[in-house]
């Protein structure tokens, strides 16, 4: 027997023996199962749950097809259309009636109208934002602000400030019909102004990172910071079908629900898959649940739509409210992969988001109700925010400025974002490529760079690339060497291929043994006490 075989056999045994499920689960499992291989539909965990407590209570669902079809399904069942969306609807399902729905031959998955919420906790600098606004970071090349690049901020309205008058270039409200996208929360007009604000100075603390973009504002959420996963998919769709209008390049979703299925089941997720389509390019939060109340790491955190592969997902940096690159680590509360159900690495990429300065709305929620948070006074109030919905939009406002620079496609930018970030301590499942470096991505982008001939305009790669880690560099002396294409070599210990062997200790394959203590693959052992396969028992 290997050493790894022993270790596997020595742990299972362990966890078998410390680990106890109680009949009543074990029954609930079992009784679950059978009600899942007698229902036609796909049922998100949450609606799953419902049913299996008694379903004693109306509830709002989201059913994907044609509107004729939903008219029949709504019909058959007495139901409420309470929406219209474009590839389904939202259906109000009286209590006791949702099983006899799931049951139904014309629907084929249902999802619950969760919540998405704002996710905060209540520098340019870091990411080189300054230098490439400065102009003259490469030979002829002169400033670049991300002008005319339409950026969609998907949140709780922008407010006209002073610092984005004039670049507010449309405003839809979906949570009510008569309403004018009024940021009654704060937290949208905080969002638009790391993409945009036109700072008195590139030196000024809450300068955008592109203030030369136009923002197109829908507002999804409340003046509490919360809305419902049909806006979300009904304001992703009107992107998609307004996009060449206004010069739509980026969507901004600085928001997130818990996640009640794969993303291959997902309605928001679908509507991001259908706007990657598109070309578009669309930049998700992390969300803040990487560490529990008493302190510890909570994997398989990431919110959705973090989840879906076709999102940009951003996790927060906590730059120490320094400029310096040096002692930047991920912030505690990031959350952190692998991604539940699907189990896909993420996030993609972190970016600061720990007390980060910006623009505040005023008589929002946050300026009311918040003394704390706030900074100055009088229209010199500033708010003074944390989390990944803070690190989303440096990220959004880096694609704008990268598409001014004249790249195009959505793998393409997601691929020279994640080549040209720098390394960050923390693992994989917290940092994803590294930290965002604009200036870095820039220079790679310049004829004759290290990296300028590794993507194909269309995004595709070579069958090999060798360039150096730091892009700038001209040479691979200057960052550790990594390799690029059937198999990858990043920097030191990581092989990237059919099987993926990652720094000390991480073996990605058909079977994964991840640090000390995680075993993943037909059946998954996690640290002490945690066994995850056809049934799952978890710590004590």
Known sequence: MTTVSRHIAVRTHRLALSCLVSTG??????????????????????????????????????????????????????LRIEKQLATGAVLEVPAGALEAVANDTEVDQISSNYLVEADMLVSSQTIGADLVQQGGWAPGIGPLTGAGVGVVVIDSGVANVPELRGRIIASLDLTDMRGQGLD????????????????????????????????????????????????????????????????????????????????????????????WQEGLVVAAAAGNWGKSADGRKVYQSIKTPGICPHAITVGALNTKGTPYRSDDEVASYSSLGPTAFDHLLKPDLVAPGNKVLGLAAPGSTLVREHPELLVG????????????????PYVVAAVAV?????????????????????????????????????????????????????????????????????????????????????????GDGIIWGDGIIWGDGIIWGDGIIWGDGIIWGDGIIWGDGIIWGDGIIWGD
Not at 251 to 267: E, H, I, K, M
Not at 427 to 442: C, E, H, I, Y
């Open 25 to 78: 689960l074990l029954l609930a499992m079992t009784a679950s199962a059978e009600a899942q291989s007698q229902r036609h539909a796909r049922v998100s965990k949450d609606l799953e749950q419902r049913l299996l407590a008694g379903d004693t209570e109306a509830t709002s669902v989201i059913v994907t097809g044609s509107a004729e079809r939903i008219e029949r399904i709504a019909a058959r069942h007495g």
């Open 402 to 490: 990268l598409n001014e620079a004249g790249v195009r496609g959505t793998e393409r930018i997601r691929r020279l974002l994640q080549q040209t970030s720098i390394p960050v301590a923390g693992g994989l499942v917290a940092t994803g490529a590294g930290a965002l470096s604009l200036d870095l991505a820039l220079a790679a982008t310049v004829p004759g760079s290290d990296l300028e001939n590794t993507l194909h305009a269309d995004g595709t790669q070579p069958s090999t690339i060798a360039f150096c880690a730091q892009v700038a560099c001209g040479s691979q002396t200057a960052g550790n060497p990594l390799v690029w294409g059937d198999g990858i070599i990043w």
């Open 184 to 275: 009654q929360n704060g937290h949208g007009t905080y969002v638009a102004g790391i993409i945009a604000a036109a700072g008195a100075n590139r030196f000024d603390e809450t300068r955008g990172v592109a203030p030369g973009a136009n923002i197109i504002s829908v507002k999804v959420l409340d003046a509490e910071g919360q809305g419902l996963a049909a806006n979300v998919i009904e304001a992703l769709d009107w992107v998609r079908n307004n996009h060449a209008r206004y010069n739509i390049r980026v969507v901004n979703l600085s928001l997130g629900g818990a996640p009640t299925q794969g993303w291959r089941d997902d309605p928001i997720c679908h509507a991001v898959e259908r706007l």
């Open 377 to 392: 006074s009088g229209p010199n109030t500033r708010l003074l925010l944390s989390g990944t919905s803070v690190a989303t």
